[in-house]
């Protein structure tokens, strides 16, 4: 049974947060918003004030004399105000008040002759802060006629309550606004990320818990986006992967059988090797002949007996570094080449001067022998050894003049079993090779491969002295 990942609580899974998020930067919007149209609304009235005053003051004197008493205290109070001045275009000034109740003094003059953006703002919010009415001598041109200068005291309680109305219905639109649109983000969320991850998370789960299981592997998608290159990219590893593990249990099986018959494969192989010693004096010229064939053919299946004993018994590569001279080592590694075909191979060491490093000196040394016998036994007649620093790297390069080596090779080169270049190779020297060097935090590489021959490359971190 798939076992399903654990789930986030809700508060704390990717769609909440998200939805925390939208729901702030939309208010954080509103807000921006809300500053400048508080300051204009505040403006607005203030404009529609002195436009009201301009017509209280015309109306009165077009009313009859005994009525213009009465109309004046009705228009005041129409208008919001204590006194109304006006100042025509051709210099004349009227005046309304009434005259039973003077206007109080004024505790902030506003003037509405160029309203500028940034203090329209700072006197909205500050008529919001208090809470005491003020008396307001407000002056503008008047809306109606703009060569008309119009003056007037008010108080701002009215606008007051007016601007925390406005206040009220957009914070309500603002909060309104924000949920639709989190709403929305987050159910889109929902359908294009959250449920296709969940699947993937569901899916690596599944795999995690039982790799070989071919039924557990992602479905194809069609997404073009980067959720679905996520899903080809775990398809495609999941495929990688399992391949790996079949191969790995392959190996596995191969190891334990190998080791369980061992003993009795090289103890049958020690005995062929005797006989075949014996062939040698045989009197027969036509034994004689075939003989070394043989011998060298039961040789390489005692070290492909050995080398895959040891592949397969071997846990991680232990390293005991030492420092040595590496030169020195190059030699002792072309002292145990074997001989080529139709001639002794030639090593070259190039190394000219002693180049001390710290490594462990048995596997690096393991490591030139192997590079060495596989270019012997594809048909090289010689190697060349050379080495180089540059910064902290010591670079060794390995090359030979054999035939190169085979696309089928270099495609699988440094797999078990699967990177030999000659028929009946194990491909187990180069593995070997490259897990040394990867142990002392190193690699190799195929330089180059032709048909005049093969550079491998080996690099090297140095360091200093073991403590």
């Known amino acids: 049974?798939?076992?399903?990942?654990?789930?986030?609580?809700?508060?704390?899974?990717?769609?909440?947060?998200?939805?925390?998020?939208?729901?702030?930067?939309?208010?954080?919007t509103e807000l921006a918003v809300?500053?400048?149209?508080?300051?204009r609304y505040r403006l607005t009235y203030l404009q529609e004030r002195l436009a009201a005053g301009h017509l209280a003051i015309l109306a009165v004197q077009m009313a009859p004399p005994p009525e213009q008493a009465e109309m004046t205290r009705e228009l005041l109070h129409f208008a919001g105000a204590y006194a109304i001045g006006l100042r025509r275009p051709d210099g004349v000034k009227l005046m309304l008040e009434d005259p039973a109740a003077p206007p109080p003094p004024a505790d902030l003059e506003v003037s509405l002759h160029d309203p500028q953006f940034f203090p329209a703002i700072a006197a909205?919010?500050?008529?919001?802060?208090?809470?005491?009415?003020?008396?307001?001598?407000?002056?503008?041109?008047s809306p109606k006629h703009p060569q008309a200068i119009v003056n007037m005291i008010i108080d701002d309680g009215e606008l007051r309550e007016y601007m925390i109305a406005y206040s009220y219905r957009i914070l309500g639109l603002s909060i309104l606004i924000s949920v639709v649109t989190a709403t929305l983000v987050y159910l889109s969320l929902q359908w294009l990320m959250v449920r296709p991850l969940r699947r993937i998370s569901e899916g690596v789960t599944a795999f995690r818990d039982s790799p070989e299981d071919a039924s557990r592997t992602l479905p194809p998608t069609a997404r073009s986006d980067e959720i679905g290159m996520v899903q080809r990219a775990l398809i495609e590893m999941q495929h990688g992967l399992r391949a790996a593990l079949q191969q790995k249990t392959r190996l596995a099986a191969l190891g334990i059988a190998v080791t369980k018959i061992s003993h009795d494969l090289r103890s049958i192989?020690?005995?062929?090797?005797l006989l075949s010693d014996r062939l040698v004096d045989s009197d027969d010229p036509e034994v004689r002949r075939i003989t070394p064939k043989l011998l060298t053919a039961v040789d390489r299946a005692v070290d492909l007996t050995t080398n895959t004993l040891r592949f397969t018994?071997?846990?991680?590569?232990?390293?005991?570094?030492?420092?040595?001279?590496l030169r020195e080592l190059a030699e002792e590694a072309g002292a145990v080449m074997p001989p080529a075909v139709?001639?002794?191979?030639?090593?070259?060491?190039?190394?000219?001067?002693?180049?001390?490093?710290?490594?462990d000196r048995d596997q690096l040394f393991r490591v030139l022998v192997n590079l060495g016998q596989n270019a012997v036994q594809a048909g090289a007649t010689r190697i060349d050894v050379s080495a180089s620093r540059a910064g902290g790297l010591l670079t060794i390069r390995v090359g030979d003049n054999?035939?190169?080596?085979?696309?089928?090779?270099?495609?699988?080169?440094?797999?078990?079993?699967?990177?030999?270049?000659?028929?009946g190779g194990s491909?187990?020297?180069?593995?070997?090779?490259?897990e040394v060097m990867r142990a002392h935090g190193g690699d190799i590489v195929l330089e180059s491969s032709t048909g005049e021959g093969t550079v491998f490359r080996l690099h090297l971190p140095l360091r200093g002295e073991p403590s």
């Open 313 to 325: 018994t071997e846990g991680p590569i232990d390293l005991h570094p030492t420092v040595f001279d």
């Open 269 to 273: 192989l020690a005995t062929v090797r």
């Open 402 to 423: 054999g035939p190169g080596l085979p696309p089928r090779a270099r495609e699988n080169l440094f797999q078990p079993f699967a990177g030999s270049a000659r028929p």
């Open 427 to 434: 491909g187990l020297g180069l593995a070997i090779s490259r």
């Open 34 to 39: 809300f500053a400048p149209s508080i300051g």
């Open 124 to 141: 909205a919010f500050d008529t919001l802060a208090h809470a005491r009415k003020r008396v307001l001598h407000i002056y503008g041109p």
């Open 342 to 359: 139709d001639q002794k191979a030639v090593w070259n060491n190039l190394i000219a001067e002693p180049l001390r490093i710290c490594a």
């Open 1 to 28: 049974m798939t076992r399903k990942p654990p789930r986030p609580p809700l508060f704390r899974s990717l769609s909440a947060r998200l939805l925390v998020l939208t729901v702030f930067f939309v208010m954080v």
